[in-house]
């Protein structure tokens, strides 16, 4: 062999391997978990599992004394399906609320971001929701687990549906 062949030989070889890698590292941020947010953009999660976990605690807490609060916080941070479902229950439980003098506490325990596209994210959230009726003085703490999907709108998450598991 001459050197000449086996130089194109080498400059062969070495850009068939370079276009073999270039390759595999195509494929591999090709793949679901490269595209979601929730695993490659930590400062995303963290502002997505911040905002929504805050607008739950909102939103499904509930003071018979200060309805208002509770139909304000949804209004600002539920939207679509979500925001539908709460005005049906929200007005059954102010009609049961009133007598009962019902005071109900929310505290997210855990929140985290399964999915993260863009302005879409899914959430699976943790909680215990404390529960008062100041006419007896019974109180209840309950925890749920629930999937939320949250929209960004105006640059802030908004909870866009509500799933109990």
């Not at 062999?1 to 030989?9: A, E, F, L």
């Not at 400059?11 to 070495?14: K, Y």
């Not at 805050?54 to 807490?61: E, N």
């Given at each position: 062999?001459?050197?000449?062949?086996?130089?194109?030989?080498l400059?062969?070889?070495?850009l068939v391997g370079g276009l073999v890698a270039w390759g595999a590292a195509w494929q591999e941020r090709s793949t679901d978990a490269a595209r979601n947010g929730a695993v490659v953009d930590v400062t995303d999660s963290g502002t997505v599992q911040r905002e929504v976990s805050?607008?739950?605690?909102?939103?499904?807490?509930y003071d018979a004394s200060s309805p208002d609060e509770?139909?304000?916080?949804?209004e600002e941070l539920l939207v679509g399906k979500a925001r539908?479902?709460?005005a049906t229950l929200f007005a059954s439980l102010v009609e049961r609320a009133k007598d009962q003098q019902l005071v109900m506490d929310v505290?997210?325990?855990?929140?985290?971001?399964?999915?993260?596209?863009?302005?879409?994210?899914?959430?699976l959230v943790f909680l215990d929701q404390t529960s008062r009726r100041?006419?007896?003085?019974?109180?209840?703490?309950?925890?749920?687990?629930l999937v939320v999907d949250a929209r960004r709108v105006d640059g802030t998450?908004?909870?866009?549906?509500l799933r109990v598991l």
């Open positions: 062999m001459t050197r000449r062949t086996i130089v194109v030989v400059a062969v070889v070495a805050s607008a739950i605690a909102r939103v499904l807490a509770t139909q304000a916080a949804a539908e479902e709460h505290e997210v325990q855990a929140a985290a971001v399964q999915q993260l596209h863009g302005d879409e994210a899914t959430l100041a006419t007896d003085q019974e109180s209840s703490v309950a925890a749920a687990q998450w908004k909870v866009s549906s």
